[in-house]
C-alpha cells in the first residue's frame, strides 16, 4: 500500500480480555516502531523492530505487552490481561532503514477497555 | 530522566502572523530534532529533521532551529494561514531512531 495502515481503527474490550493490534508498514521498510499515545500527550515510545528482530522493548510497560514481527513486514501488538489503563491510541511508524530516516505513522487504533 | 518541554500547550494567533513553538529538553543529548503535525485522530506527519550540528533548517514556510548549547528548538511558520491549525510535536531521537515526544503545542490560526 501507499502509506502505513492499521488495524482495527478502533476497538472497544473488557477489562481482563486480550487484544490484538496489527500493523502493515510501508513496503521495502526494514524498521518498525510501535507507540501509544494519551489524550493530550505526545506519542511514547514502546518497541522497535528492525527486520524482524526486536531491536529495543525498553517501552514496553510491563510483561503484558508482546509484539511481534515474525516475517520482518507485518507486525502485531498484543495486549494480554488488559487494564482500563491501556486505553489510548496505539500508533505504528515505520522507516526504510531505521536511524535518521523519516518515520511514517500510520493512522493509530484507539483502544478503549471498559 | 529525560524532559522534553514544548512552551504551552495552546497558542492562537491571527493568520498571516509568524507562530513560534518552542522545545526545550533536559537530560539527553539527541542525534538529531524532528517536528511534526498531528490532526485530531490522525497519526503525526513528518515535517522537518535538523541534526545536532546544524543551526538552522528551512522548507516552504516552515524554520527550524537548533541550540544544543541552551538545548531547545524553535519552530517558525511564517505567513500562517487557517489550514496551519494543529497540533505541532517536536521529537529527540537517537540513532536508531528512537523518538522521544513532547505533548504538542495546538496552534490555532484565525482568520
Known amino acids: 500500500g501507499a502509506g502505513v495502515s492499521q488495524t482495527p481503527s478502533n476497538k472497544v474490550t473488557e477489562k481482563g480480555k486480550y487484544v490484538e493490534l496489527r500493523c502493515d508498514p510501508i513496503?521495502?521498510?526494514?524498521?518498525l516502531y510501535w507507540y501509544r499515545q494519551s489524550l493530550g500527550q505526545g506519542p511514547e515510545f514502546l518497541i522497535y523492530f528492525q527486520g524482524t528482530g526486536a531491536a529495543d522493548d525498553s517501552g514496553l510497560p510491563n510483561d503484558r505487552f508482546f509484539a511481534v514481527r515474525p516475517e520482518g513486514s507485518v507486525s502485531t501488538l498484543k495486549i494480554q490481561r488488559t487494564e482500563r489503563g491501556d486505553s489510548a491510541m496505539y500508533l505504528c511508524?515505520?522507516?526504510?532503514?531505521?536511524?535518521?530516516?523519516?518515520?511514517?505513522f500510520g493512522p493509530g487504533t484507539r483502544l478503549t477497555v471498559l | 530522566s529525560q524532559k522534553i518541554e514544548q512552551n504551552s500547550e495552546a497558542l492562537n494567533i491571527q493568520e498571516g502572523k509568524t507562530a513560534t513553538l518552542t522545545c526545550n529538553y533536559t537530560?539527553?543529548?539527541?542525534?538529531?530534532l524532528q517536528w511534526y503535525r498531528q490532526d485530531p485522530g490522525r497519526g503525526p506527519v513528518f515535517l522537518l529533521l535538523i541534526r545536532e550540528n546544524e543551526k538552522e533548517k528551512r522548507k516552504e514556510r516552515l524554520k527550524v532551529t537548533f541550540d544544543t548549547t541552551l538545548k531547545q528548538s524553535l519552530f517558525h511558520i511564517t505567513a500562517s494561514q487557517p489550514a496551519d491549525s494543529a497540533t505541532y510535536l517536536c521529537a529527540l531521537v537517537d540513532n536508531a531512531g528512537k523518538s522521544t515526544f513532547g505533548d504538542g503545542t495546538t496552534l490555532t490560526v484565525k482568520p
Open positions: 537530560n539527553y543529548s539527541p542525534a538529531y
Open positions: 511508524a515505520s522507516s526504510l532503514t531505521g536511524g535518521k530516516d523519516t518515520q511514517y
Open positions: 513496503s521495502g521498510h526494514t524498521a
